[in-house]
Every structure is written in structure tokens, then in C-alpha cells.
């Protein structure tokens, strides 16, 4: 059974950082794309960073770029998402997920990912 946990979540203040770490089970994330997503109150959930399969490939959402890195560390079978200049905006919970193992680039959006961790809060105050 394919299961992801997230964790690192937490209150920060603006321009501070984070870490955020997906720790995966009953699969290899070496093998697997996954995407990092968040949904803020009120707000659809959106795509901040995914990487596919090749560990190379990335995408992140403008917003984000320059100061998130998606990295992966096949040992610890974990994705991390490295957060910095944290901003209020970024407040939001925040979801790993990985899509069906075939899929090895899918775009990243919610709709492309099929198996989702519970969610950690981040809460970024000004």
C-alpha cells in the first residue's frame, strides 16, 4: 500500500524558512514523481512544486520560484520541499503526493496525483 506522510509544518514568521519532508512507504520515491501541493482557506488547492521521476525534471510555480527547492533523498526514501523568505501569502496547508507509477511526468496539477499524505500547516505571519 502506497503511503506518503508529511511533517516540518509550522508557524514561522515572514521572510523566515521552513522545511518540509514527504516521507514515502510502500514504494520507492527514487522511482516515483512527486508533487508538493497547498490549499489555503477558501482557496482551490494548487501546485507549488513537482519533480518527475528522473529526479531532474521540476516544476515550480512562479510565486515560488527562487525561494522553494523540491530535493529528494532516495536513503531516507523522502522528498523535501525547502522553503525560504517565507511570506504570508505562502500560509496554506501543504500536501505531498505521488500519481499512479506509470505516470513518470505528469503535469503538476492536482488532478494528475492519486495518492495524497494528510497534510502538514504552515502559517507564515507578518
Known amino acids: 500500500q502506497l503511503h506518503l506522510e508529511e511533517s516540518g509544518g509550522g508557524l514561522v514568521q515572514s521572510g523566515g524558512s521552513l522545511r518540509l519532508s514527504c516521507v514515502g512507504s510502500g514504494f520507492s520515491v527514487e522511482y516515483s514523481a512527486i508533487g508538493w501541493f497547498r490549499q489555503a482557506p477558501g482557496k482551490e488547492r494548487e501546485g507549488v512544486s513537482c519533480?518527475?521521476?528522473?529526479?531532474?525534471?521540476?516544476f515550480y510555480r512562479d510565486s515560488v520560484k527562487g525561494r522553494f527547492t523540491i530535493s529528494r533523498d532516495s536513503v531516507q526514501n523522502t522528498v523535501y520541499l525547502q522553503m525560504k523568505n517565507l511570506e504570508p501569502e505562502d500560509t496554506a496547508v501543504y500536501y505531498c503526493a505521488a500519481p499512479y507509477p506509470w505516470r513518470t511526468q505528469p503535469p503538476c496539477a492536482p488532478g494528475e496525483y492519486d495518492f495524497w499524505g494528510q497534510g502538514t500547516q504552515v502559517t507564515v505571519s507578518s
Open positions: 519533480i518527475g521521476s528522473d529526479g531532474e525534471s521540476t
